[in-house]
């Protein structure tokens, strides 16, 4: 099922109720200004001079900013609002994965939503450890003074294969029972979903998942990347899918190194600049008129 929404007079947002995991769970999408910046790019305008920047560009405070935003957004449709108010409040607790979730700021997020309190907040280390021929995680890290052991939880990472998410979940629901789950997922896809969705499954909790712009294609190679272009991508909104791929063809991943890209934008270009050298893209980045004639002004943003 697909229409559009608002969710104030100035932001035009779109929404997409995807097919549910294999599992049963429902998959929640939608594209706004802030999320499009994400995922594809916005227009930077410096003096009378625009510039369009594609999202891989897109690094540090700002994209921090953008995230938080969208993640209000997230809690605020009337999906999420409904589940979340179905809950007392003081039995709604936050988990963030560090690092990259940081940004979502759980906490800021739900008051901007409307819940003006909650029980606490989460927080696991759970990194991905690479080799040159796997990924693994190492969970390393879990603090869970805020958690409510019988409550709904607001959990926030992007998820390719699910590796990080799989192994928090293992932990955390071998000794705590919730009520409800709600996964804010920036970039994600089916695949790894579904993989999340079999051990949520397994403990019988009511699980929503709400996800930004597309559900992304896997690279079955690497099961890592998550570009726009492989035949496994379900996109919200075609112009989308179609703008990055003009930029930069089918096969680049559209998040970068999650983490680096809010908090080493340094590394995050080092890896964007090898990533396109690997796979011998030449990008070939629209002007902001060319993307003006693609977007309105109320689809993406001009700075």
């Not at 699980?207 to 690497?222: I, K, M, Q």
Request: charged share 20%; net charge negative; aromatic share 10%.
């Amino acid at each position: 099922m697909r229409y559009e929404g608002v969710l104030s007079l100035v932001m035009r947002i779109f929404y997409h109720e995807f097919a549910p995991s294999t599992s049963g769970y429902p998959i929640l999408g939608f594209q706004s200004k802030e999320t499009r910046a994400l995922t594809v790019g916005y227009i930077q305008k410096t003096g009378k001079q625009e510039t369009f920047i594609p999202c891989r560009e897109h690094l540090g405070a700002l994209r921090e900013d953008d995230t938080f935003q969208a993640t209000v957004q997230s809690l605020s449709l009337p999906a999420v609002q409904k589940i979340l108010h179905a809950h007392d409040p003081y039995t709604i607790s936050t988990i963030t994965l560090l690092r990259e979730t940081v940004a979502c700021r759980l906490s800021s997020a739900l008051f901007y939503a409307g819940i003006k309190t909650h029980y606490g907040d989460c927080f696991i280390g759970a990194n991905h450890v690479k080799t040159a021929t796997s990924i693994t995680t190492s969970y390393a890290y879990e603090n869970t003074e805020g958690l409510c052991e019988d409550g709904c939880w607001v959990i926030a990472d992007s998820i390719a294969a699910g590796r990080n998410l799989i192994a928090t979940l293992h932990s955390l629901l071998s000794k705590y029972h919730p009520k409800e789950l709600i996964f804010i997922v920036p970039i994600g896809n089916r695949w790894g979903i579904n993989e999340v969705s079999k051990v949520v499954a397994e403990h019988n909790i009511k699980t929503t998942f709400v996800v930004w712009g597309a559900l992304f294609g896997l690279n079955p190679d690497n099961h890592y990347d998550e570009p726009w272009g492989l035949l496994d991508c379900e996109p919200i909104d075609l112009r989308d899918q179609q703008t990055f791929i003009s930029m930069y063809s089918p096969t680049l991943c559209v998040g970068g190194d999650f983490g680096n890209d809010y908090y080493c934008p340094a590394l995050a270009k080092k890896l964007y600049e090898k990533q396109l050298a690997d796979l011998q893209i030449t990008p070939k980045i629209p002007t902001a008129a060319q993307i003006r004639s693609v977007y309105t002004s109320e689809e993406i943003f001009t700075r």
